[in-house]
């Protein structure tokens, strides 16, 4: 009998989902290792979710010695550390209250913090100005969001309120989205055209929704998780349009624009792209934009911090947002985020090494990419679209009818059970597609590939054998 059947997919009428389950195996798996159980392999490899610390890539040296000092000042006369470390040590102390990271803070962020965002987003935007009053900093994008679905179900209309949400999307949005009470109203991204969005389709979903939901806002990853595309300035503007028209508000999560690899791909934002249109969407179409510590170079995902940017918003909202002390982030983490979008500069005795930091992480994410990507289309039964951004890639499994077959009458999705499987057999824990939505019969499995390339190669060497394996069993 499979693991995962002992399993109740709900525990005490909350629903579990396939990953916290294949997870809790991959724990208990690693235990077994631990112990001395002998399996054909002697450490599990969890490449389901992006956690680039845990997979064991090393934090940015000028984030951590900065931040070392804002937890313990005393260094802030150790010459062992450079001048600007403890220069903007120093800056960011006194930006605490009381000159400390153990102060509560203003709930929206601290003031400098937000400062820097707001610069921080004008030299990306070349010039397009930027407002802290339209700044919400977040312990991690994720609460943002969360915040924001939660006042989505609470508007006036008696129909419960929507989102439109691409599929596939990232594996913790349908849940956030179901536990706040609104409705999920999925819009298909194109596979073939490397999960382009469609116009076609999105007013296809829109169409749908109508009369049963009141479709209130859109939600975007840009670049995408688990897909990673990236959009373009036409597919933005189309996008955008599409908002202004059906009343729409823009949803963007941008968490990954520091890690766009693909040729004659840039990153763009939403809000760049708005600001340039004409007054009939620049001053009306709302958007808020994500952003995040856990982003890919830094990776800081422990630490909790995120912001968004809310532009065109109903000052309401934004007051109602101002207000809720629980999405108050740490300070340290508040801190970490100044450092994150305001690095050091040329000149400056820490800027080679945090170059070299940074350069080091996106060389070897798209690397590590490419590699991945060309090893997984030379698998049978497996086809992947190229990434050009994110931290993810997203192969579909063209599993044979006896394995669907097999997981049905286990009760489960074909995917779920190619991912146990794997896990069980070959100690590798990969995503299962159906937990970022999928069509019927389209099976895939999410990788996330920002890892150290041994890692990488680890993954690819036992997949390919539990694969071909697999193969063999059902000829
Ligand atoms: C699409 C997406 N948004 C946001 C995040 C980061 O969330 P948080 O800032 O809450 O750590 C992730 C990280 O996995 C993500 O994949």
Redesign the pocket.
């Known amino acids: 009998m499979s693991s995962l059947q002992h399993v109740n997919p709900t525990v005490r009428g909350i629903r579990v989902s396939p990953q916290s389950v294949l997870q809790s195996l991959a724990v208990r798996i690693s235990q077994e290792v631990t112990q001395g159980v002998p399996k054909p392999f002697k450490q599990v490899i969890d490449v389901s979710?992006?956690?680039p610390h845990k997979s064991g890539l090393k934090p940015m040296s000028f984030l951590r010695q900065v931040l070392a000092v804002c937890v313990y000042p005393e260094l802030l006369n150790n010459e062992g550390l450079s001048l600007d470390v403890r220069l903007r040590a120093q800056r960011l102390l006194e930006a605490c209250d009381g000159g400390s990271v153990g102060s509560y803070g203003q709930s929206s962020g601290v003031p400098h913090v937000k400062q820097s965002i707001v610069e921080f987003i004008s030299r990306r935007d070349a010039g397009v100005s930027s407002n802290t009053e339209h700044i919400f900093i977040?312990?991690?994008?994720?609460?943002?969001?969360r915040i924001i679905v939660i006042l989505l179900a609470r508007g006036e209309e008696e129909t419960q309120s929507a989102v439109l949400t691409p599929m596939p999307c990232?594996h913790?949005?349908p849940m956030l989205v179901e536990e706040a009470g609104v409705k999920l109203v999925p819009y298909h991204l194109i596979e073939e055209q490397g999960w382009a969005v469609d116009l076609d389709e999105l007013h296809r979903a829109l169409k749908a929704a109508r009369g049963r939901y009141e479709p209130r806002a859109m939600y975007i990853?840009n670049p995408g998780?688990?897909t990673g595309h990236v959009q373009d300035r036409k597919s933005i503007e189309e996008v955008i349009q599409f908002a202004a028209a059906e009343r729409l508000l823009l949803l963007v999560?941008e968490?990954?624009q520091d890690s766009v690899y693909g040729p004659d791909k840039e990153f763009i934002s939403y809000k760049k792209v708005l600001s340039e249109m004409n007054s009939e969407y620049s001053e009306t179409v709302e958007l808020i934009s994500?952003h995040?510590?856990?982003?890919t170079c830094m990776g800081e995902?422990g630490l909790?911090?995120?912001y968004m940017e809310m532009v065109n918003m109903d000052p309401e909202v934004k007051h109602t947002v101002y207000n809720m002390r629980s999405a108050h982030a740490p300070v340290t983490g508040q801190l970490a985020l100044e450092l994150m979008i305001n690095p050091p500069t040329p000149g400056e005795p820490s800027y080679d090494k945090y170059t070299q930091e940074i350069l080091l992480i996106q060389a070897t994410l798209s690397q590590n990419a490419r590699r991945a990507w060309q090893f997984l289309n030379d698998l049978p039964w497996m086809s992947c679209q190229p990434a050009m951004g994110?931290?993810y890639l997203y192969p579909r499994l063209h599993l044979p009818s006896e394995l669907i077959e097999q997981a049905k009458m286990l009760g489960m999705e074909a995917d779920v059970l190619y991912c146990q499987k794997l896990l069980e057999e070959e100690g590798v824990c990969l995503g299962a597609g159906s937990e970022n939505g999928q069509d019927d019969q389209r099976y895939h499995v999410r990788l996330c590939v920002l890892a150290p390339p041994a890692t990488v190669e680890e993954v690819l060497a036992r997949l390919r054998t539990f694969h071909l394996r697999l193969l063999d069993r059902f000829p």
Do not use: E, H
């Open positions: 979710s992006g956690d977040s312990p991690g994008s994720q609460v943002a969001l990232p913790t949005l990853s998780n688990p999560d968490v990954y994500f995040s510590l856990s982003s995902c909790r911090a995120g994110g931290i």
